[in-house]
């Protein structure tokens, strides 16, 4: 069972950035996914970046230039870095995981495990 735990939401002015950090722990496979997803309110849920343990980046075109995944695999830790956030990225974000999984997606159904979720709130 991988249990993951992600921090660093928070309020922000339009414009700025932030970084939310995921930690995972419980791998059962070596070759892992792990993806961040959003949802506001009365929107279904999204994926906005996802990453292999190898270390190849899935972001789609909505967020890509904005939106950066990194991970430490020594720390088992993916980052989400969001940059010049829009009043529309407000949602809380989820922190998914894959495994085993080498193809990294932005598909709610592909990953088994979530995390509790972090607000990030964009104001104008």
């Known amino acids: 069972q991988v249990q993951l735990k992600e921090s660093g939401g928070g309020s922000v002015q339009a414009g700025e950035s932030l970084t939310l950090s995921c930690t995972a722990s419980?791998?059962?496979?070596?070759?892992?996914?792990m993806g961040w997803f959003r949802q506001a309110p009365g929107k279904s849920r999204e994926g906005v970046a996802s990453?292999?343990?190898?270390?190849?980046?899935y972001v789609p075109d909505f967020v890509r230039g904005r939106f950066f995944i990194s991970q430490d695999n020594g720390k088992n830790t993916a980052y989400l870095q969001m940059n010049t956030l829009k009043p529309e990225d407000t949602a809380m974000y989820y922190c998914?995981?894959?495994?085993?999984?080498?193809?990294?997606?932005?598909?709610?159904?592909?990953?088994?495990?979530w995390g509790q979720g972090t607000q990030v709130t964009v104001s104008a």
């Open positions: 998914a995981a894959d495994s085993p999984c080498t193809v990294a997606t932005g598909s709610v159904w592909e990953y088994d495990f």
């Open positions: 419980g791998w059962p496979y070596s070759k892992n996914c």
């Open positions: 990453i292999t343990s190898d270390g190849v980046t």
